[in-house]
């Protein structure tokens, strides 16, 4: 089975997002920024793929940044040294840097996983392992989009493909008022 790839674009109007879905796709996840500047990405970038997974890992550099989900180097035991009670012993090492900022209950600065991530994974935790981690992350990594100022496009109800019409009508309406149209 062939390795699913994300593409990314730069898509600033409406018409070459629907000209760029229209001969590359249609896909089941469609990943912008809702913010200004955006992190991560580019000015108006797109990431589009048929695996949520590999639009998160694209989105965060995941392979080429050689990121990698490890037991985090210290004893959760030791309470001379102050943490958090919901810092967990697992980190993603290579984590990025801008991403730092975020204040979320899945991770730290550094790339330290949070005990939200591990309870995703039904099971002792003595045997959890690390692909068991980078799963769970990334399933909480896709709830908590919004919040980091990422807009994900997915199917809703039966769709196959990401719902991208009510944000086309709102996205073609801005340009419109603005007088791109």
């Not at 912008?32 to 580019?42: A, D, G, R, Y």
């Not at 694209?58 to 919901?86: C, Y």
């Not at 991403?99 to 994974?121: E, K, Q, S, Y």
């Amino acid at each position: 089975m062939a390795m699913e790839l994300a593409k990314r674009e730069i898509l600033p109007h409406s018409n070459q997002f629907k000209q760029f879905w229209k001969e590359k796709g249609p896909f089941k996840y469609a990943l912008t920024s809702s913010q200004f500047p955006p992190v991560l990405l580019e000015p108006e970038e797109w990431i589009f793929s048929d695996d949520i997974q590999v639009i998160l890992k694209e989105l965060m550099q995941f392979d080429k940044l050689k990121m990698k989900v490890v037991k985090a180097p210290f004893n959760p035991g030791n309470k001379s040294i102050f943490r958090p009670d919901t810092l967990s012993s697992w980190k993603i090492n290579n984590f990025p840097e801008e991403w730092d900022a975020f204040i979320c209950d899945i991770f730290f600065p550094g790339g330290h996983l949070t005990r939200a991530v591990l309870d995703r994974i039904k099971m002792p935790e003595g045997k959890i392992e690390a692909k068991m981690v980078e799963t769970a992350f990334f399933q909480c990594l896709e709830n908590s989009l919004d919040q980091f100022g990422y807009q994900l496009l997915k199917p809703r109800g039966a769709s196959k493909y990401a719902a991208i019409t009510t944000y086309l009508l709102e996205w073609e309406e801005d340009e419109q008022d603005a007088g791109l149209l």
